[in-house]
């Protein structure tokens, strides 16, 4: 078994939402780089509580980053509650209630739930990588 990331373009219908989280999550880290001892999701009612947590371990428990320019929106897969694989793809209900977001070939056959994901805006479009144990030996 092997560790893959794969990295897909999402559809555009995603973007709208993506962005919406996207501009909160740049309010929250930039609060959470000045208050380092408001370490918990309470603190930050306006994100999911999956968003905070990601956030607050990148960033704000990271004694050197003092800030955040290309943010990364990540969700830990917390062993299939958090990300749900489903024929053709995966939802991450945090974000996208029961929206399934399409891969049209996973690289590998997936072993187990997918470990987790990376949402990512790179010259105005928006990416994911999917982190996930692959059956195939490489």
Known sequence: ??????????DPR?????????????????RMLRNRAQDST???PELPSVLAKA???????????????KLILAVCGDKG???????????VAAFFRKTVIEVSCWLHPIE???R?????????EWFVH???VSKCER
Do not use: D
């Not at 078994?1 to 999402?10: A, F, P």
């Open 81 to 91: 509650r958090q990300i749900k694989l489903v024929e053709g793809g995966f939802r």
């Open 130 to 132: 999917i982190c996930y």
């Open 42 to 44: 309470r603190h930050y």
């Open 14 to 30: 995603f973007w709208p939402r993506l962005e919406e989280l996207s501009a909160k999550a740049h309010r929250g880290v930039r």
């Open 55 to 69: 956030l607050i371990r990148k960033y704000q428990r990271n004694w050197e980053c003092r800030k955040v320019t």
């Open 116 to 124: 987790n994901v990376e949402f990512l805006c790179r010259q105005g």
């Open 1 to 10: 078994m092997s560790l893959v990331i794969q990295k897909v373009k999402l």
């Open 112 to 114: 187990g739930p997918i």
